[in-house]
């Protein structure tokens, strides 16, 4: 039989341990080959609007080439070129538009009821040609017919088109020719944003991106529009990749606060395109009119250093500032972008590529089996489960890995076990320290005090960073990377170890330990039901706020402290961590020490918090990996800070109640 001792550990329990260590060793190696793919890719898109700057050159009286150059000098390496409309056409002189109402009120001879909905008049053959053929691509030939004729030297053109006039103003009708071709001629790369259009002809996607082809120095396609989503969408998504592909280019996915205002089928094509695929940030001109050019430029710096952002999306500024003229002020605003830039390495150019990065499958199925076994150690600890089970359990994991990876269904589970891994590591930490809360009790030196808090911070952590490395590991690839793919139930992995934690506290972790059954009896005072109320609506801003894409955005306040933060430290630490679970970690230490159990609890709620924020902060794989690291240290040094000062408040206040008239 095995010797069962104080000190003795279980062959079982070593063995699962083992293949945690194993894991984590292979996370390293996992987490080593993405830094060395994310240290070269350094290449940054700085795109100007074309739209916007003509319109600002409009109004100024610029001359467009003069100003492009000097801002090509000062940074701006590529050009964003929307599909024309009816509106822009007739604002540069290029048509004039009449509908069938126009015509036969213009008419001195009466006019066929079944004349065109609307008919363009154009005197320019390059734009007639351009229009007539985006036209027959876009919507077939039978609701276009194009006329010309050149009369004495001077080109007079119509086209009649079958549509809606109340609709044409918001409709695409394809790129100008003359107008792309100012980009190459000036030595900027092309960004194209194609627009999505309510029914396509069965060819018609291939044949547009075969028109695409005649654009020199396409170096992305970025889709634009009202409709919000991708051309081809729902149907044709399959032809659009393929002509995304013949082009060579790539396919920029705008960043969004919120998943629902993502652009619909853009991820499905980048699923299809991975190695094709670039992340894109914009700000948009209603918010750049609360910024100044300062605060853009470290907005953008943050998105290139931290989310992999590798195409700017950039609109001129049309307020001077700073006692400049607005074309000094522009001109400044993309130099300091640049030099930031470049300052941190990054090269101005056609944005990099991850070329499909992904590490061994053999590593992954490494790092399953340790999170298989993560999973079980946290049910020994938690139920004291027996070696049987465990056995069992462990037995399964390692089937089931197999399956996946023989499969072809690795990546599920790889996700599933990423949520297991990250929810079970730092509840193992919280929960295996319950009894090294108590080991200092009665003792009255605040040095102590704070030395055994900070070695609890500093054990837990550890493991917790474990468990985020597990997700890092399980989840480096291009995919997540670019934030095309991302790890599902990211609530769950804030929530259950929260609670679990909680419930294990009170059942086994509390000096006086209760049965369920006795928590349930508990009777319920007014301050209950306030502090109730209290931690439900802390508990539901907490869940709002979790995740990639939180519902609720930063506060103005909060954003002013994030960029405080950020300008001070190389990545900002997260508030739950520094300013809540690592504080609320030392501070229950320091409590337990002078022997105060009550209210505990809450505390240990506000640990868990903290310490699955760490693995939370790993998940995040659009952001750099160093910086990660960076972020999670940052935090606990900052969270220790913290985390003094309130054990040394709650000293002095407890010394000042003990030498108090009434405590004698």
Same mark, same amino acid.
């Given at each position: 039989?095995?010797?069962?001792?104080?000190?003795?550990?279980?062959?079982?329990?070593?063995?699962? +341990?083992?293949?945690?260590?194993?894991?984590?060793?292979?996370?390293?190696?996992?987490?080593?080959? !993405?830094?060395?793919? /994310?240290?070269?890719?350094?290449?940054? =898109?700085?795109?100007?609007?074309?739209?916007?700057?003509?319109?600002?050159?409009?109004?100024?009286? +610029?001359?467009?080439?003069?100003?492009?150059?000097?801002?090509?000098?000062?940074?701006?390496?590529?050009? #964003?070129?929307?599909?024309?409309?009816?509106?822009?056409?007739?604002?540069?002189?290029?048509? *004039? $538009?009449?509908?069938?109402?126009?015509?036969?009120?213009?008419?001195?001879?009466?006019?066929?009821?079944?004349?065109?909905?609307?008919?363009?008049?154009?005197?320019?053959?390059?734009?007639?040609?351009?229009?007539? !053929?985006?036209? /027959?691509?876009?919507?077939?030939?039978?609701?276009?017919?194009?006329?010309?004729?050149?009369?004495?030297?001077?080109?007079?053109?119509?086209?009649?088109?079958?549509?809606?006039?109340?609709?044409?103003?918001?409709?695409?009708?394809?790129?100008?020719?003359?107008?792309?071709?100012?980009?190459?001629?000036?030595?900027?790369?092309?960004?194209?944003?194609?627009?999505?259009?309510?029914?396509?002809?069965?060819?018609?996607?291939?044949?547009?991106?075969? %028109?695409?082809?005649?654009? &020199?120095?396409?170096?992305?396609?970025?889709?634009?529009?009202?409709?919000?989503?991708?051309?081809?969408? &729902?149907?044709?998504?399959?032809?659009?990749?393929?002509?995304?592909?013949?082009?060579?280019?790539?396919?920029?996915?705008?960043?969004?606060?919120?998943?629902?205002?993502?652009?619909?089928?853009?991820?499905?094509?980048?699923?299809?395109?991975?190695?094709?695929?670039?992340?894109?940030?914009?700000?948009?001109?209603?918010?750049?009119?609360?910024?100044?050019?300062?605060?853009?430029?470290?907005?953008?710096?943050?998105?290139? *250093?931290? *989310?992999?952002?590798?195409?700017?999306?950039?609109?001129?500024?049309?307020?001077?500032?700073?006692?400049? =003229?607005?074309?000094?002020?522009?001109?400044?605003?993309?130099?300091?972008?640049?030099?930031?830039?470049?300052?941190?390495?990054?090269?101005?150019?056609?944005?990099?590529?991850?070329?499909?990065?992904?590490?061994?499958?053999?590593?992954?199925?490494?790092?399953?089996?340790?999170? #298989?076994?993560?999973?079980?150690?946290?049910?020994? $600890?938690?139920?004291?489960?027996?070696?049987?089970?465990?056995?069992?359990?462990?037995?399964?994991?390692?089937?089931?890995?197999?399956?996946?990876?023989?499969?072809?269904?690795?990546?599920? +589970?790889?996700?599933?076990?990423?949520?297991?891994?990250?929810?079970?590591?730092?509840?193992?930490?919280?929960?295996?320290?319950?009894?090294?809360?108590?080991?200092?009790?009665?003792?009255?030196?605040?040095?102590?005090?704070?030395?055994?808090?900070?070695?609890?911070?500093? !054990?837990?952590?550890?493991?917790?960073?474990?468990?985020?490395?597990?997700?890092?590991?399980?989840?480096?690839?291009?995919?997540?990377?670019?934030?095309?793919?991302?790890?599902?139930?990211?609530?769950?992995?804030?929530?259950? &170890?929260?609670?679990?934690?909680?419930?294990?506290?009170?059942?086994?972790?509390?000096?006086?330990?209760?049965?369920?059954?006795?928590?349930?009896?508990?009777?319920?005072?007014?301050?209950?039901?306030?502090?109730?109320?209290?931690?439900?609506?802390?508990?539901?801003?907490?869940?709002?706020?979790?995740? =990639?894409?939180? /519902?609720?955005?930063?506060?103005? %306040?909060?954003?002013?402290?994030?960029?405080?933060?950020?300008?001070?430290?190389?990545?900002? &630490?997260?508030?739950?961590?520094?300013?809540?679970?690592?504080?609320?970690?030392?501070?229950?230490?320091?409590?337990?020490?002078?022997?105060?159990?009550?209210?505990?609890?809450?505390?240990?709620?506000?640990?868990?918090?903290?310490?699955?924020?760490?693995?939370?902060?790993?998940?995040?794989?659009?952001?750099?990996?160093?910086?990660?690291?960076?972020?999670?240290?940052?935090?606990?040094?900052?969270?220790?800070?913290?985390?003094?000062?309130?054990?040394?408040?709650? +000293? $002095?206040?407890? !010394?000042?109640?003990?030498?108090?008239?009434?405590?004698?």
């Amino acid at each position: 039989m095995e010797e069962k001792g104080p000190n003795k550990v279980k062959p079982l329990r070593l063995l699962l +341990w083992v293949l945690v260590g194993a894991a984590l060793i292979s996370a390293l190696v996992v987490g080593y080959l !993405r830094i060395k793919v /994310e240290s070269n890719y350094k290449n940054v =898109n700085l795109v100007l609007d074309y739209d916007a700057f003509k319109e600002l050159a409009r109004s100024q009286s +610029w001359n467009e080439d003069d100003v492009l150059k000097k801002f090509k000098d000062a940074g701006i390496t590529g050009l #964003a070129f929307s599909e024309t409309n009816v509106d822009k056409l007739k604002l540069d002189k290029y048509v *004039r $538009v009449y509908s069938a109402e126009d015509m036969k009120m213009l008419s001195s001879v009466p006019v066929p009821e079944n004349i065109p909905a609307v008919r363009f008049i154009i005197a320019d053959k390059q734009i007639h040609e351009n229009l007539s !053929r985006n036209l /027959e691509i876009l919507f077939g030939t039978e609701r276009v017919r194009a006329e010309s004729q050149d009369v004495k030297g001077a080109f007079h053109g119509s086209i009649d088109f079958t549509a809606d006039p109340k609709e044409l103003s918001f409709l695409g009708l394809g790129f100008l020719k003359s107008e792309v071709e100012i980009a190459p001629r000036l030595g900027f790369n092309v960004v194209l944003r194609p627009e999505a259009k309510d029914s396509y002809p069965t060819d018609s996607i291939l044949r547009y991106f075969e %028109y695409l082809k005649s654009f &020199p120095k396409v170096s992305c396609v970025v889709f634009g529009g009202v409709r919000n989503q991708a051309a081809g969408y &729902p149907d044709f998504l399959d032809q659009t990749a393929d002509g995304i592909a013949s082009l060579g280019c790539q396919l920029g996915m705008i960043e969004v606060p919120q998943v629902q205002l993502a652009q619909k089928g853009v991820r499905r094509l980048a699923l299809k395109l991975k190695d094709k695929a670039v992340r894109v940030q914009s700000i948009s001109q209603a918010y750049m009119q609360r910024l100044n050019s300062d605060e853009t430029v470290d907005i953008f710096d943050l998105g290139v *250093r931290e *989310r992999n952002m590798r195409v700017l999306y950039l609109r001129p500024f049309t307020t001077a500032q700073n006692g400049k =003229n607005l074309l000094e002020t522009n001109i400044e605003y993309f130099s300091n972008l640049k030099k930031e830039l470049t300052a941190q390495g990054f090269t101005l150019g056609e944005a990099g590529s991850l070329n499909d990065f992904s590490p061994p499958s053999i590593l992954f199925v490494i790092i399953c089996t340790g999170a #298989a076994a993560s999973g079980i150690i946290l049910l020994e $600890v938690l139920f004291g489960t027996g070696e049987a089970v465990s056995i069992i359990l462990l037995i399964t994991g390692i089937i089931i890995t197999a399956l996946a990876f023989f499969s072809g269904h690795l990546l599920i +589970w790889r996700k599933l076990m990423a949520l297991a891994a990250g929810m079970s590591l730092p509840t193992i930490a919280i929960a295996t320290s319950f009894p090294e809360f108590a080991k200092l009790q009665g003792v009255q030196s605040p040095g102590r005090i704070i030395g055994r808090a900070t070695w609890l911070l500093i !054990r837990i952590s550890l493991v917790s960073i474990a468990g985020g490395i597990f997700v890092m590991g399980l989840l480096s690839s291009a995919l997540f990377m670019l934030q095309v793919d991302q790890l599902s139930g990211i609530k769950l992995l804030m929530i259950v &170890p929260v609670i679990i934690v909680i419930f294990d506290y009170l059942l086994k972790g509390a000096p006086v330990k209760k049965s369920f059954e006795e928590l349930m009896k508990i009777p319920m005072f007014l301050w209950h039901v306030i502090i109730i109320i209290v931690l439900l609506g802390a508990g539901a801003i907490y869940i709002l706020r979790t995740g =990639n894409a939180p /519902e609720t955005p930063a506060s103005e %306040y909060e954003r002013t402290i994030r960029n405080f933060l950020d300008s001070i430290l190389v990545a900002r &630490p997260r508030f739950k961590e520094f300013l809540i679970g690592h504080p609320g970690l030392m501070l229950a230490s320091a409590l337990s020490s002078a022997g105060i159990y009550g209210g505990i609890w809450v505390l240990m709620m506000i640990t868990a918090i903290g310490q699955v924020d760490i693995v939370d902060s790993f998940g995040h794989i659009h952001t750099s990996l160093i910086a990660t690291f960076i972020r999670v240290f940052n935090g606990i040094i900052l969270g220790w800070f913290f985390g003094i000062a309130a054990i040394l408040i709650f +000293w $002095v206040f407890s !010394r000042r109640i003990q030498r108090s008239p009434q405590a004698k």
